[in-house]
């Protein structure tokens, strides 16, 4: 999917991959804004206790750092917005900094996703996603583990990219 052009990397994306990134990227800027809630397992797991035997401490920590961190993953989800071609699929061109920027809102966006999915580090995803399917194709779970699967999938392409 991605590849090298010169300085830039390089992707041409169908109608739907730019809906379903238009509407994840959407989903990540809510979730940090009005849904911003320390009680949400995905803000936990996107915002991580530093100190979690030292509420204090890790209450002092946030103090100092979480606008910054909160306002940098907005940022990061606004580079693929940004990015993205109008309605219309197209081509999507990179700088290294756009890069950089796609490949840790694409791993915060997986980061939420697995958690309301409940993935977990030896999750097979190919067997879940058989599973979901045999119990109904027409599910939104089938539907959201794919979605997950293609941000993986799209991230490792634009890594690769990045490395070659």
Same mark, same amino acid.
């Given at each position: 999917m991605f590849r090298r052009r010169g300085e830039r990397y390089v992707a041409t994306l169908a109608v739907d991959e730019v809906r379903v990134l238009r509407k994840v990227?959407?989903?990540v800027v809510g979730l940090l804004t009005e849904g911003f809630d320390h009680t949400d397992p995905v803000v936990g797991r996107l915002f991580p206790e530093v100190y979690p035997d030292d509420a204090a401490g890790t209450a002092e920590f946030r103090k100092y750092t979480e606008g910054d961190l909160k306002t940098g993953k907005i940022d990061q989800a606004g580079?693929?917005?940004?990015?993205l071609p109008d309605s219309?699929?197209?081509e999507v061109q990179l700088d290294a900094?756009?890069?950089? &920027?796609?490949l840790?809102? $694409?791993?915060?966006?997986r980061l939420a996703m697995g958690v309301r999915l409940e993935i977990k580090d030896g999750t097979d995803l190919g067997a879940e996603l058989d599973e979901a399917v045999a119990a109904d194709p027409s599910s939104s779970r089938?539907?959201?583990l794919s979605v997950y &699967?293609?941000?993986g999938y $799209?991230?490792?392409?634009?890594l690769n990219a990045m490395i070659d």
């Open positions: 990227a959407s989903e580079a693929i917005l940004a990015a219309a699929g197209g900094e756009a890069a950089e &920027a796609w840790r809102a $694409l791993n915060d966006a089938v539907f959201q &699967a293609y941000l $799209l991230q490792e392409s634009l």
